[in-house]
């Protein structure tokens, strides 16, 4: 009897949900392909006003070959500026749930995560792409 692979659970968290006159919802997840996707979407009267339809949807793709990058500076920034590596025996599952734990930790709830996503970025030289809808 051959065993089926398990199901990929979903590697995802919310890290704005805030309806309103202009409701914005935000989240973080690892793709099928290891990437960091941080993707947003705001619906309501700023996206009309600014762009004249109630709906703007924005995402950051981060590679998954520098999501150890961005865990080290995000863990060091929790830890007073210094930098850390994961453990060279950490397996992926748990570098990419310490990576939406400590994006969760900085910025949930912060509906310019992503401005914020993009300072911390660029300011590290890591690459990264984004796009709008």
Partial sequence: ????????REKKVK????PGETSVFIDAEIDEKGNLLVSGQ???????DWFGHDDY?????VAASEKDHVLSILLG????????????????????WAL??????????????VSALFDLLK????KYEFSTY
């Fill in 42 to 48: 705001d619906i309501g009267k700023a996206p009309k």
């Fill in 100 to 113: 939406l734990t400590a994006i969760t930790k900085k910025y949930g709830g912060d509906k310019r995560v």
């Fill in 1 to 8: 009897m051959d065993e089926q692979p398990l199901p990929r």
């Fill in 57 to 61: 949807e924005y995402w950051v793709v």
């Fill in 123 to 126: 300011a590290n030289g890591i």
């Fill in 15 to 18: 890290l704005v949900a805030r």
């Fill in 77 to 96: 920034q929790v830890a007073g500026g210094q930098q850390f590596r994961p453990a060279g025996d950490t397996s992926e599952d748990e570098k990419d």
